[in-house]
């Protein structure tokens, strides 16, 4: 069984930064894939950004220059640093993975992160 714990999501303001970590544990085998993905409310829960056990990162284009996904392949740990946050980028943040040998997706349980001023 694979779980995913989140952590460093709060409220911080315009301008701001928060770093989010996810830590898997279980059945882990490369090659994976770990991303972030967002969800405000009434709307779709959208992509972020991602990084492959390689160490190739991916970023949707809203992000691009202030967040910075990273990874500990020893401890199978994901971080995602955001910088200059906007109230915009207010949503509740999930953690997932996907492994590619089993072809099986894995969901935390969901980290606010909150931008007002």
């Known amino acids: 069984q694979v779980q995913l714990v989140e952590s460093g999501g709060g409220l911080v303001q315009p301008g701001g930064s928060l770093r989010l970590s996810c830590a898997a544990s279980g059945s882990i085998f490369s090659p994976w894939v770990m991303g972030w993905y967002r969800q405000a409310p009434g709307k779709q829960r959208l992509l972020v950004a991602s990084?492959?056990?390689?160490?190739?990162?991916n970023y949707t284009d809203s992000v691009k220059g202030r967040f910075t996904i990273s990874r500990d392949n020893a401890k199978t740990t994901v971080y995602l640093q955001m910088n200059s946050l906007k109230p915009e980028d207010t949503a509740v943040y999930y953690c997932n993975l996907y492994i590619v040998p089993s072809k099986r997706t894995y969901w935390g349980q969901g980290t606010q992160v909150t931008v007002s001023s």
């Open positions: 990084i492959h056990s390689s160490g190739i990162p």
